[in-house]
């Protein structure tokens, strides 16, 4: 009878513990269903009721309840305060979503929680204390949301965190001493906020903490020695702050710190001598502070040491030769101290320096002859000190300088030939306030990727080079203050440049100077007179050779007149060809082993023939010309609109010469040009797989059509890097579009209509813009009430090709509706409870996770480039960057 009354009792609670588990499933089902339908969450099959399967959703292995929700990255909006229902959460990550208002009270009811993660959102107003209810918690990121007000002293019940985050929001007030009681925490990162007050002092003291980020805040007071007690410590930065005192001599107990940067404090005294204890250490900055005394040679037991960077302190004596010993250092960067003695040859010795920077200094001796024995410098700034001598002629073996820096020193003798070697001279070369003299080598010309050129306050003398024009890419010239003569070179740069660059000369004369060269000289800069008979000769000459010419064109043209008709009399197909062989003005190929292969009478005629034409942009039409040689070539006919820019041959030829040296992946070259009385031809390299809006809007409507998400990234990214480099060389595009973007047999992207941004530029006197300056669909808003083309305006047109990319839609389509076109349409997606899964091409988006994953990212970026206020759109630079973290990720 016990027995009997026994089973009952247990079966009786089996059955409602059974009851309870399928009560608990519904609710969580219940709240899932809610949580999908208010957050729109793509993929979420509402209609069913097994939710452990949805994805981004975990439960336990004994129950249905849900442990684990993973929602990060869907760019989701709306309430999330119903998750705070799923009472067995042990790990929620909301991050990179756009979330709004305040973070829920009610999570400090998810007592499980473990993991919790909101960065990367627009949560705001103030931490919820209430988040300190969660006793499990090891992890909390707050970070990259717009948070405001203090730390709230409730979270010091966290006593098993482990990672507190909270960096990049507007917090204030101090950092409480708490944080230093929490005894298992290993990283704090709190920078880029408004934290005031001391660093606690007892931080360190009860927790092994591998980092401590608490950069750009206003914290004062001194390091404090407890952050090195337990000497785990990986990563110390503290740069823009107030700090003030010494670095701690217990620093050199952490032997596997990797990273101290304390720059842009108010520190004071020396570098303590046990840094050398450290061996693990890989970069150390201590720039803008008040250090004084010499540079320790205990940086050279660091063998890993990869950068130092010591700038603007008050450090004296010489750099310690034993730093010849740091293999692996890319970077010294000392400018700004009382450093004194030669060149440290030692430190040339090191195989993979890079960066090389001693300006600002006392340093005196000669420039060593084995400057650039090391075969990786890029930056050489010596400037600002006491060197003499002269430049040593091995100075052309820098082959991989970017930058040189020789200005206010006491050099002498002339600038040596061998400079023009250093063929990647790109951001600088300062020669000024020196004692150099003679003239300007001819090789000077060579440094076509040169930006700066400064020669001014020396003694230099001569005439400014012809051979300067070679510099393509100069936009900042000075030649002051030296003994120029003759006339200034007829080359853009220098016309641009401030009358201020050329004055100090007194032999020199013409533009931008106001003093006129006179009739002493001719337009190409060479000083001689020129005699009145010579002249009258010249005339005379060159009237009987136009005569003779026009003759010889005239009776050409009725050859080939009365060639025509009788071709059209015996066939009577010539529709398409041209109706007379138009007379060619100018003309040139670029490229020499190729103008055996150009045909230009060929050219004139497939441009004549609609079947050939390849593409219609803005400003010209794009046709496939098929050279007898059997080459064949794409032609850019130039509309009649822009005619004007014949009338201004000499400026056109010298940009398109240019730009046909114009290196760079994802640029189209000019391969040559014709200018006609009626047209302009500019020829290109043919490229078969045609134009990136084919690709996306003709080729993937094929049967054949094969998803292939990494060649867009790759094409997205290509398209960036080019328009990064024309902005970096102050280019403006006038047309960004996929139209303009051609494909090789690679499928690497070439941006077109290049030339077209420097012809018609009416800042450079070539010719003035008379229709739209872009494609519709991909023209900024702003351009309606500015009609200026900009850099920012640039990045929109760039951000309508990403979208088109991620959507393979049409920029303009009657199937968004009336008035709205695919920036709209993508922008309004949430308003109309679209999901990111909605917008995006399913064909690529479903095929996996990752691509899903990386076209989410693109997407935001893309967002980020059409926002319609111009000074909110990233630079393309950080484009390229943000695009490239997307396939690192």
């Known amino acids: 009878m016990v027995t009997l009354r026994l089973f009952t009792v247990l079966l009786v609670g089996l059955l409602l513990r059974s009851q309870f588990g399928i009560a608990k499933a519904f609710h969580e089902q219940v709240i899932l269903e809610a949580i999908g339908k208010e957050l729109a969450i793509p993929g979420w099959d509402l209609n069913s009721s097994d939710f452990c399967s949805w994805h981004s959703i975990s439960c336990s292995s004994n129950s249905s309840m849900v442990e684990r929700l993973n929602l990060s990255g869907f760019l989701l909006q709306g309430n999330v305060t119903l998750i705070s229902e799923l009472k067995s959460l042990k790990w929620l990550d909301l991050s990179n979503n756009n979330f709004q208002g305040s973070i829920p009270q009610a999570f400090g009811n998810l007592t499980n929680l473990q993991f919790l993660d909101l960065s990367f959102n627009m949560f705001r107003n103030s931490i919820p204390g209430e988040l300190g209810r969660l006793k499990y918690l090891k992890s909390l990121n707050l970070s990259n949301n717009m948070l405001t007000g203090s730390i709230p002293d409730e979270l010091e019940g966290l006593e098993n965190l482990q990672y507190f ?15 230093g009681n929490l005894t298992n925490l290993k990283v704090f990162a709190a920078y880029e906020n408004e934290f005031s007050g001391n660093i606690p002092v007892n931080l360190g003291l009860n927790s092994e903490i591998l980092l401590l980020n608490l950069h750009s805040n206003q914290l004062e007071g001194t390091i404090p020695d407890s952050i090195f007690a337990m000497e785990k410590l990986e990563f110390l930065i503290l740069t823009n702050n107030k700090l003030t005192g010494i670095i701690p001599d217990s620093i050199g107990n952490c032997k596997g710190l990797s990273n101290i940067r304390i720059g842009n404090n108010k520190l004071i005294g020396g570098i303590p001598r046990t840094i050398g204890n450290i061996s693990s250490l890989t970069y150390f900055e201590a720039d803008n502070n008040t250090l004084s005394g010499e ?4 940086f050279a037991k660091c063998s890993n040491l990869t950068l130092l960077n010591l700038a603007s302190n008050g450090f004296s004596g010489t750099i310690p030769p034993e730093f010849g010993e740091l293999n692996n250092l890319q970077e010294l960067i000392v400018p700004g101290n ?19 920077d001693l300006s600002n200094n006392k340093f005196n001796g000669t420039i060593p002859g084995d400057i650039c024995d090391t075969t990786k410098l890029q930056f050489l700034l010596l400037g600002q000190n006491s060197l003499k001598g002269e430049i040593p002629r091995e100075i052309g073996n820098c082959v991989k300088l970017l930058e040189l820096q020789m200005g206010s020193n006491y050099l002498t003798g002339s600038i040596p030939p061998e400079i023009g070697h250093m063929k990647n001279l790109q951001i600088s070369l300062n020669l000024s306030h020196n004692h150099l003299h003679g003239q300007l080598p001819k090789d000077l010309g060579k440094l076509d990727k040169l930006v700066s050129l400064d020669v001014s306050n020396n003694q230099l003398s001569g005439n400014i080079l012809l051979e300067l024009k070679g510099m393509l890419s100069l936009i900042e010239v000075n030649f002051s203050n030296n003994q120029f003569t003759g006339p200034i070179p007829a080359f853009a740069p220098f016309e641009k440049s401030q009358n201020s660059s050329f004055v100090g000369n007194k032999g020199l004369c013409g533009e931008p100077l106001s003093s006129d060269c006179g009739y002493g000289y001719e337009n190409n800069g060479y000083h001689h007179r020129v005699s009145y008979r010579l002249i009258l000769a010249i005339v005379g000459s060159g009237l009987a050779i136009f005569v003779s010419v026009t003759v010889v064109v005239l009776l050409f043209m009725m050859r080939e007149k009365q060639e025509k008709t009788t071709k059209e009399a015996g066939n009577g197909n010539a529709t398409d060809e041209i109706c007379s062989k138009p007379v060619i003005i100018a003309g040139n190929v670029f490229v020499e082993n190729l103008r055996q292969a150009i045909d230009f009478d060929a050219v004139v005629k497939a441009v004549r023939k609609d079947t050939n034409k390849i593409s219609t942009g803005t400003f010209s039409n794009v046709y496939r010309a098929d050279m007898p040689s059997g ?6 006919s130039l509309k009649s609109m822009d005619k004007t820019i014949i009338h201004h041959q000499s400026k056109m030829i010298r940009e398109l010469e240019t730009l046909s040296k114009l290196c760079h992946d994802n640029l189209t070259r000019p391969i040559g040009f014709g200018i006609y009385e009626d047209v302009v031809l500019l020829l290109h390299q043919y490229y078969p797989n045609g134009t990136l809006a084919q690709f996306l809007h003709e080729s993937s409507q094929k049967p054949e059509f094969e998803p292939d998400w990494p060649t867009r990234l790759s094409i997205a990214i290509g398209v960036a890097e080019g328009l990064a480099f024309l902005h970096h060389l102050a280019i403006i595009h006038l047309d960004v579009s996929s139209g303009n973007v051609f494909l090789d047999s690679k499928f690497t992207p070439l941006i077109a209509e290049v030339e077209i941004s420097r012809l018609l530029d009416p800042s450079r006197g070539t010719a003035s813009i008379s229709a739209v300056a872009g494609s519709f669909g991909y023209i900024p808003p702003e351009y309606a009430y500015t009609m200026q083309v900009t850099a920012p305006g640039n990045v929109y047109s760039y951000g309508v090709i990403l979208l088109e990319i991620l959507t393979t839609r049409l920029p303009v389509d009657e199937a968004f509706g009336e008035g709205v076109d695919l920036v709209r349409w993508v922008h309004g997606a949430s308003a109309r409870g679209e999901t990111p899964e909605q917008i995006l091409d399913a064909r690529l988006s479903t095929i996996s996770f990752a691509w899903r994953k990386e076209m989410l990212a693109a997407l935001k970026i893309a967002l980020m480039c059409t926002d319609i206020t111009p000074a909110k759109r990233p630079r393309m630079k950080k484009v390229v960057e943000m695009l490239q973290e997307v396939t690192q990720s």
């Open 165 to 179: 985050q909270i960096f990049t929001n507007k917090l204030d007030g101090f950092i409480p001493m708490w944080v």
């Open 295 to 298: 540079i320790v040679s205990g």
């Open 631 to 636: 080459m064949i070539l794409s032609v850019k």
């Open 338 to 356: 009382n450093l004194y003695g030669e060149i440290p040859t030692s430190v040339l010795r090191c195989k993979n320096l890079n960066k090389l």
